[in-house]
C-alpha cells in the first residue's frame, strides 16, 4: 500500500480519506504497546521505500514522511490509530506552511494550541537526499502561559515518540534569555535518562563570595535540584513522564521570568541536535536537521 501510494498514486489517492492501518493488517494492532506498533509499521514500509526522509510528531502522533520526486507518504496518527495518506509534495508545504503562518491564537485561522499545529518536531535526515531547508516557524508564545504549555507538549511529544522512530537518540537545544545577556538554558531529552534542564550560573558568587549562600537558596527554591560544582552550572531532572514534562515546563518558565524576561519575545533557540546515544552513554553522530516549531520560541 505504502510503495503504491508513494510511486504510483492517481487522482482519487490524493483526495481519499488517510487510510488506517488496522484496515490492512492480518491482526489487530490496537491493544499492543504504541511503541510496538510504530515500530512495526516502519519497518514494513521500510522494506519497501527504505528510511523515511523525515521523523517528527505532532500533539497526538507520529508524524513520519517519505518522498519520491513529486509526492510525500506521510504516515500519522488519526483518530482511529496510524494511518496511511499520500500528498501532492508542493500542496502539502502550503498547506503546512500558512497553518505555521498563522500561528496559535484566537484568530480564525489560528490554532487553539500548539498541539494542533502540523508537527511540534521533524527531523530531515543528513543521509535522506532531501534538501536542506528552513522549517516554517509559528509566532512566539503570546504569554508565559501558552510557553509554558508548548513547552510541556513538546517535551511529551518527544519522550513518547523518539523511542519508537529513533530507538535511543536524544534531543538537545538551547533556550537563550536575551534580557539577561543570552543565558543558556539547555533542555535534553534522551529516552535512556530522565527529562534534564541544565543553566549557566557560571557568572555566580562563589563559596567565598557575599551573596553565595543567598543566590543558592534562590536556585534551590525555584527548583533546581543540583549545582556541578566544576562547571558551576545547575541542573534538574525529571522522570519521562506528563508530570515530569509538566513539571519541567513549570521550572523553565519560572527561571526566565526570574532572570528579567518580559515574555517569550525574549527568548531565542540555538544549537538544536538530535544525535544517537552510543551503548558507553555518550553521543554519537548528529542525526540531520532538527525544527522545533512546537516549542512557542523563535530563532
Known sequence: ???????????????????????????????????????????AIEER????????????????????A??????DQGSGGLQLSVHRSDELADREAAAFHHGVGSGIHQVATYSELPYLWQLNRHDSGTPATVAPLPPPASDWLQLEQSVRTLLIALSDQLPAQLGTAGVGFNLLNHADRDRVLAVL??????????????????????????YEDGMTSRGWHSKIPLARWW??????????????????VREL?????????????????I???????????????????GLGVSH
Open 235 to 252: 541542573e534538574a531532572s525529571f522522570p519521562h513522564s506528563i508530570k515530569g514534562a509538566t513539571a519541567l515546563a513549570t521550572l523553565i
Open 1 to 43: 500500500m505504502a510503495e503504491r501510494l508513494c510511486q504510483q498514486a492517481t487522482a482519487a489517492d490524493y483526495e481519499a480519506a488517510p487510510t488506517p492501518l488496522e484496515e490492512l493488517c492480518r491482526i489487530s494492532l490496537t491493544a499492543r504497546d504504541p511503541i510496538i506498533h510504530v515500530q512495526a509499521a516502519l519497518q
Open 275 to 293: 544525535e544517537e546515544t552510543l551503548d558507553t552513554g555518550g553521543l554519537g553522530r548528529d542525526l540531520g536537521q532538527l525544527f522545533l516549531p
Open 189 to 214: 531529552c534522551n529516552p535512556d535518562d530522565e527529562l534534564m534542564a541544565l543553566i549557566d550560573t557560571t557568572d555566580s558568587p562563589d563559596q567565598w563570595s557575599p551573596g553565595h549562600a543567598e
Open 49 to 68: 521505500l527504505g528510511p523515511p526522509a523525515q521523523y517528527g510528531g505532532s500533539g497526538i502522533g507520529p508524524s513520519i514522511r517519505w518522498q519520491s
Open 257 to 273: 521570568r526570574s532572570r528579567g524576561a518580559r515574555g517569550p519575545a525574549d527568548l531565542g533557540l540555538s544549537n538544536l541536535s
Open 70 to 75: 513529486t509526492n510525500t507518504l506521510l504516515l
